[in-house]
């Protein structure tokens, strides 16, 4: 468990500080302050619309919390003090990151994503904490109940992300023009973006379809085998598949990679949410099956 999270904190590094295009001049050093790539607390590109903005900083800081889960783990859980590190050991990460950003060409640097990773990686020292001293335990039932509940405001939520209700809708007709201008090669339309810009989507759309795979893997009652693994698949490349189709009849350009991503990720986390829960049922210490009496005779 400690080598993955170490894995994750490595990928996590390096993602953010993707495509490495350092600035080698003062001039470009000027143009990069004077440009809307840096905020004091949002950066005029950062975010785009409202409900986009937000649900970037939500991402930000949800996939900030692993780092603080390590930290945590290694630093010792029951500590008073390890919490006032982990916030600590969060600022600091935050801020060298964004640091680094503004001396890259293509780098955001806003100081919202500093808070952002602090906080992230705060709650994922407090969740660990909270956890170890009281074990979180929920009926299938409920589980269900809460997933069917969920499930359309997710869906609503996915829709506006992807623009359903910013445009007008088109004819049929011209949504067909614009499905057989549509090019099918994996990952075709990442070519002809910044590199940033690639990155970004392919990161946003994989965490946009993760939760499926969580879904499916509470519903089955957190399996501890990654068996099954068609079935969140299938779930998120037909939802990627509507969500893609519905751009047609909209001023928007659908991209077919997106149903392959969904598939993968929602696969991947259902499978690391198996293997974490194998790893959980084998690390717990036996249980005694009841008091013996010993008695002399």
Known sequence: MRAALLFYLLTYLIICLFPYDFIVS????????DSDAVGIWLAGIGCGSSLRCLVKQLVEVLISMPPGILFAWLWGIDKPTTLRRVLFTGFIIGSGI????LFEAS???QGISVLNRTVGMGLGCWLLQRLKKQPLRVSPTAIRSFLVLLLPFYLL???????????????????RQQLSSLNWLPFYYHYFTPE????????????????????VWL???????????LLPALLAGGCALLIEAGKLFLSLRPDPTNILIAGCSATLIYGIMAWMQRWNQAAAPPQPAGRVIMRRY
């Open 107 to 109: 780098g955001i640097s």
């Open 196 to 215: 940033t810009n690639a990155m970004a989507s392919l990161v946003l759309v994989a965490c946009s379809y993760m939760p499926l795979g969580l879904g």
């Open 157 to 175: 939520l996915l829709a506006r992300l992807n623009g359903w209700s910013s445009q007008s809708w088109l004819s049929w007709r011209e949504a």
């Open 26 to 33: 003062l001039a470009e050093l000027r143009a990069k302050f």
């Open 98 to 101: 964004e640091s680094i950003q």
């Open 219 to 229: 519903w089955r009652g957190r399996p501890g085998r990654a068996d099954h693994l």
